[in-house]
């Protein structure tokens, strides 16, 4: 393993420590067993029986394109404007060119950008950053999200759920592309992907859901954030003041010590630092917020 120079906490990614097993395939039947149970681990952790789930081999960026690619219909981004709305909006110009009807909306449950929830009752949530702190609305039909970020497992799955028994009032018929949702819908019937994906993955992620508590993940975030606020005072926070993202002003945190954190920084719409309040264990927050109240006090 590669040496980190410096603490690179509080980013996007939960820290997750494993060892990798690379025995077996995703073609045998211990995958198609593991495939089973990472899915029924997922729908009752969060009771989200109600919904078919499918697994995609990327990012929450591919779940996204995939939805949007595999609509019969054209998918309208709504909600505040914000980095993944424009991002959403520029795909959805690609893949509408081709369809007509009344628009599907989609929004983003939680506009990273900008440290912004928002509950629009759009049928196409993108719920990366906000699930599971925030729950999936009733509203909502179809969910994205990646299994590296508050799920604590590791980067490379995608997760898109659907609502049963709605499917095809959404998506296209299977053809031959890696975008094209009914692939993976197929494919999840007979627990398996159309195309290659590490066995660990799952191994990962099934590990993660077997010892997830959703009442102390949310009871984390909630005590972290009200520990930032305290320290910064809330004229300090950009957006919403609690939740699984904080964005800070940039001149709140001493450039030394957001160097040495390697802090994401961000150049508009205002300077400023965010910081994922599930990313990593309490102790390491308060290590954090402890250097900020020494440097306060030379």
Partial sequence: ??????????????DVQ???DLFGSHRDENFRNLYRETTKSFQKVFQLEEFDILFMPGGGTLGVEATIASSLSPVEVVGCEGVFKDRWTEMSALHNRTKTGLPTTL???????????????????????????????????VFVLAANKQLKALSGLAIVGVRKGKFTRYFQKSELSYLS???????ASHHEMPSTVGTYLFEVMNESLMSFDLVSHR??????????????????????????????????????????WSLYEKFSPVPS??????????????????????????
Avoid at 181 to 187: G, Q
Avoid at 241 to 259: C, D, S, Y
């Fill in 273 to 298: 630092y965010q910081i994922f309040t599930y990313s990593t264990n309490l102790q390491t927050y308060r290590i954090f917020i402890n250097a900020i109240e020494s440097e306060r006090n030379k």
């Fill in 107 to 141: 929004s983003c449950h939680l506009e990273t950008s900008v440290s912004k929830f928002q509950e629009l009752g759009t049928p196409m949530l993108d719920v990366v950053s906000s699930f599971p702190y925030f729950s999936i609305p009733n509203s909502c039909d």
């Fill in 219 to 260: 009871q984390q975030i909630d005590e972290v954030c009200e520990q930032f606020v305290s320290l910064f005072g809330e004229s300090m926070i950009i957006g919403d003041l609690k939740g699984p993202v904080l964005t800070i002003r940039r001149e709140a945190i001493p450039e030394n010590l957001a160097k040495t």
């Fill in 1 to 14: 393993m590669a040496n980190r120079q410096g603490s690179t906490s509080f980013g996007p990614n939960a």
């Fill in 181 to 187: 949702l009914a692939r993976y819908f197929e494919s």
């Fill in 18 to 20: 494993f060892t990798i």
